[in-house]
């Protein structure tokens, strides 16, 4: 078990796909979520939706901009066809800003905006999934 992850959540049945066409983004949201929910990285839709068949649909995407850049927003509803009751969050850059919001207004549930920092990210999820935020450190004493 991590320090700072709540059981409740660790053992949560819901999972995320991370699709990002950057490797080294969908690693660290990998990473910065594995401890708290089931998290799979995929590089295309394509991967996601062979992957999501029967039993393996996501409860949240979080969608790389530069794939809504290349297919179009329309892809979000895509998605959201795919995955029924799925939320998509558009991983973005400052400066991508306005092809996230174009994102939001085609359906997407929100945008989490780099630097990710792993305090930021949880919380957009937790919020996304209607979960509490993340579990207080709790400070041990060995002195009794």
């Not at 949201?29 to 708290?36: P, S, T």
């Not at 998290?39 to 649909?57: Q, S």
């Not at 066809?81 to 085609?106: H, I, N, Y």
Request: proline fraction near 3%; charge should be negative; hydrophobic fraction near 45%.
């Amino acid at each position: 078990m991590q320090i700072g992850v709540e059981t409740a959540k660790a053992v949560d049945q819901r999972r995320v796909f991370v699709i990002d066409e950057d490797e080294i983004t969908r690693a660290a949201l990998q990473f910065m979520l594995h401890d708290e929910i089931e998290t799979h990285e995929l590089a295309t839709p394509e991967e996601a939706y062979a992957k999501g068949v029967d039993w393996l649909k996501p409860d949240v995407v979080l969608l790389g901009v530069s794939l809504v850049k290349a297919h179009g927003v329309a892809l979000i509803g895509e998605l959201c066809a795919r995955f029924p009751g799925v939320r998509v969050l558009v991983v973005t850059d400052k400066s991508d800003e306005t092809t996230a919001v174009e994102a939001m207004k085609a359906g997407a549930a929100g945008a989490v905006v780099k630097p990710l920092t792993l305090e930021g990210v949880r919380k957009k999820v937790d919020t996304i999934l209607g979960r509490g935020g993340a579990a207080p450190l709790v400070q041990l004493s060995l002195m009794k």
